[in-house]
């Protein structure tokens, strides 16, 4: 009586668990593995359910339908078994419909037999019944057919296939993972033992099948395994799915830093198997100084580059070591991750020698531009300088008319040369913003006066509308926006034969302290094809060759109008009709000052009271420039002398006083720079400062910057006017004109 208590008892449990675990799976059933342990329980519980109540009923015919009814979870157990280890060591991969039906045919087959249930059943030759061993209840003992040992071979194999698949990850992570190892192997063997346990009648209860209960045991730990102790952190799925398939190298180390796994990434590189690694010090196929880590963070900062030869040939790799710490913070090992920046070295190195190459192609660039500049620049000086002494000669009317020519093609030469260097700067970052007053009423009248003198020629209507409402003196760069204005009048007037050129500034916007103003400046010529207005403001663009032909250019302008817009603040577009004229129209935000003040590019020194003729030395080493320079000079009455280096310069000055230096840049033997700093070094600790003015072919803001830092006190570019020479000259000499 006691044993079929016990009996009951245990049945019972072993049901009310397995349903029960069933539930908790498919619940979780997200997690890799949960569903189908969760089908294997549901057949288990079933197999477990219809065992007891076959046990339990006294009715022939009733007893012998839930004996067949347990077999649907017999027959399906092991097929769900292997499932599940496939779906938990991600090997599901091999799974597909057709799989899922060639595994279920043997039980298929094995339920039909047993259905049937014919004489000479190939399954079930004969039944009767006997009791449970130790009770008082009577079970179903079976005369097996040879289909049955069919079954049994086929259940028994997919098990242990299951059981293999699982074994042979988990015993590989038994050393980092222990504890949780040992509870997911106890899970897999107890099945067995319950179907061992069957097969060779020993133990209690000996004639009942008591695999559901072992199942149920199972379930307990694999749940407990799965869900406790984060079983699929240690299953090394991501070794089979990422690791294994990955470029990187991983190699894992224990506390001593010896390899006790590696991926096949690593296996390929450094040639050897890995069961020739295993046990060996990393050291032995890496020199890297190693150390224990124990933090959870990368410790290994800075330079923590390897090189691996190969064939040869060196490969690199960036080298990372993080520890392993098991569920206790303690650290038992670490893994090295090597990721192969070769590649990226060998671009990186390109890169930098095209940085080189680039940087040092942009240097000769710019000193090619301003050896171009000054090469030009410095015959242009003597072309500009003497057709402007030619002027006060007394040429007759056909030789003045010449005279127009030959400053008409200088002009225009300077302007191109401006240009290219204008777009040299923008382009290389290096061109800077002005913020001084000015009288914007005053610059568009020069501006003007410039085109309408000149144009006189062609029937053009100018018409010029400052809105009342722009304040008198506006602080910006005046010399950007006369260029912007110059710029867009000379394509005007440079496009229209006949009609009207029209400037238009309006007041869009004033806060008081800033105004935002709109410009259009707009033209009754050519016009521009739409399909040409979008690559209106590139470089070196022009709308076709005839155009380049008939109107010349550099096709640089409208690209200097628009980056310089853009250095300001400013945005520009253009409207225009083919035959019918364009307008551009740009926008532009500038300060507004409340009283003029002068603006001066230089501080201006305190100037030396001079009641006689002045005494200037010229500093120049081209004869042309030196012959121009001492006309100008007399031009005034004033006295000079010529000293063609920085050398003599300093000789001059022991044996003569001067009332202001005119200093040529580049010079032979010692240049001005040179000379400028030279002077002020022997000033220092006296009263004299002797004014110095650069008079260079060099015209970049550097040159402007350089010619200050070195001492002098102005800065004039070649080609050089006469009236912007005498006005320099006395703004920093007070001399009596009436000598």
Request: glycine content about 6%; some cysteine; charged content about 20%.
């Amino acid at each position: 009586m006691f044993g079929t208590i016990l009996f009951i008892i245990f049945s019972c449990i072993s049901i009310i668990v397995s349903s029960m675990l069933t539930v908790l799976f498919w619940k979780r059933r997200s997690t890799i593995g949960a569903f189908s342990m969760c089908i294997l329980l549901f057949f288990a519980t079933e197999w477990s359910m219809f065992s007891l109540l076959s046990v339990l009923i006294e009715t022939a015919w009733l007893k012998i339908a839930f004996d067949n009814l347990t077999f649907i979870g017999v027959v399906f157990v092991p097929v769900t078994w292997f499932i599940f280890s496939l779906y938990y060591m991600r090997q599901d991969r091999f799974l597909t419909k057709k799989h899922y039906l060639l595994l279920s045919i043997i039980p298929i087959i094995t339920l039909i037999m047993l259905f049937i249930d014919s004489p000479n059943n190939l399954f079930i030759e004969g039944r009767k019944i006997g009791h449970l061993s130790n009770t008082t209840l009577h079970i179903i003992e079976y005369d097996f057919g040879i289909w049955f040992w069919v079954h049994t071979v086929y259940s028994y194999t997919l098990m242990f296939l299951g059981m293999l698949v699982l074994l042979q990850r988990l015993i590989k992570n038994f050393k980092v993972y222990r504890n949780q190892t040992i509870i997911m192997i106890s899970a897999i063997l107890i099945p067995f033992v319950g179907a061992w346990k069957y097969m060779l009648g020993i133990g209690p209860y000996s004639n009942l099948d008591s695999t559901t209960f072992f199942f149920t045991i199972g379930g307990v730990l694999l749940f407990i395994g799965m869900f406790r102790y984060k079983l699929l952190d240690l299953v090394p799925i991501a070794l089979e799915a990422v690791v294994e398939t990955m470029s990187d190298l991983v190699i894992v180390l224990d506390t001593q830093n010896r390899i006790i796994d590696i991926n096949n990434a690593a296996k390929g590189i450094f040639r050897k198997e890995q069961s020739n690694l295993i046990g060996q010090p990393i050291t032995s196929i890496l020199n890297y100084n190693y150390t224990l880590i124990t933090d959870s963070i990368d410790l290994l900062q800075g330079n923590n580059e390897v090189v691996i030869h190969l064939d040869g040939k060196e490969r690199y790799y960036n080298l990372r070591q993080y520890p392993l710490l098991n569920k206790t913070n303690i650290v038992i090992g670490s893994f090295v991750l090597l990721n192969d920046i070769t590649s990226l070295k060998e671009t990186m190195e390109n890169l930098k020698l095209a940085k080189l190459a680039a940087e040092s192609a942009s240097r000769a660039k710019s000193e090619f531009l301003a050896t171009m500049s000054h090469e030009i620049r410095t015959p242009l000086n003597g072309i500009v300088g003497m057709s402007e002494l030619l002027e006060t000669a007394g040429l007759n009317a056909s030789e003045m008319e010449n005279l127009k020519v030959l400053q008409y093609s200088a002009n225009s030469l300077l302007y191109i040369i401006n240009e290219i260097l204008d777009f040299s700067k923008i382009e290389a970052g290096k061109m800077q913003i002005d913020n001084s007053s000015f009288d914007l009423r005053e610059m568009i009248s020069k501006v003007v006066k410039s085109f309408t003198q000149g144009n006189q020629t062609k029937d053009i209507h100018f018409n010029c509308d400052i809105s009342e409402e722009i304040p008198n003196t506006l602080k910006g760069d005046y010399t950007k926006l006369h260029q912007i204005l110059t710029n867009l009048l000379s394509n005007a007037f440079k496009f229209t034969e006949k009609g009207e050129i029209r400037v238009k500034i309006d007041c869009l916007r004033n806060s008081g302290r800033k105004v935002l103003l709109g410009f259009t400046v707009s033209d009754t010529g050519i016009g521009i094809p739409q399909d040409k207005i979008t690559n209106l403001f590139q470089s070196f663009h022009q709308l076709d060759s005839t155009t380049t032909r008939r109107y010349g250019g550099t096709g640089l302008g409208l690209s200097i109008v628009k980056s310089l817009l853009e250095l300001m603040g400013g945005t520009i577009k253009v409207e225009s009709c083919l035959g019918k004229g364009s307008s551009f129209i740009f926008e532009l935000p500038l300060d507004v000052e409340e009283e003029a003040a002068a603006s001066r590019d230089f501080a201006e020194a305190p100037p030396n009271k001079v009641d006689r003729p002045l005494n200037v030395l010229i500093a120049e080493d081209s004869k042309v420039n030196q012959v121009l320079m001492s006309q100008l000079m007399l031009r005034r009455n004033w006295k000079s002398d010529i000293a063609e280096n920085g050398l003599e310069v300093l000789e001059k000055l022991k044996t003569k006083d001067y009332d202001l230096i005119l200093m040529d840049i580049q010079m032979p033997e010692m240049d001005g720079y040179e000379a400028a700093w030279a002077i002020r070094e022997a000033e220092k600790g006296t009263e004299k400062h002797i004014p110095i003015i650069a008079l260079t072919a060099n015209a970049t803001q550097e040159d402007r910057d350089k010619s200050l830092n070195c001492g002098m006190d102005d800065f004039l570019s070649k080609p050089i006017k006469s009236d912007n020479l005498y006005k320099c000259i006395l703004k920093y000499v007070c001399y009596n004109t009436s000598i």
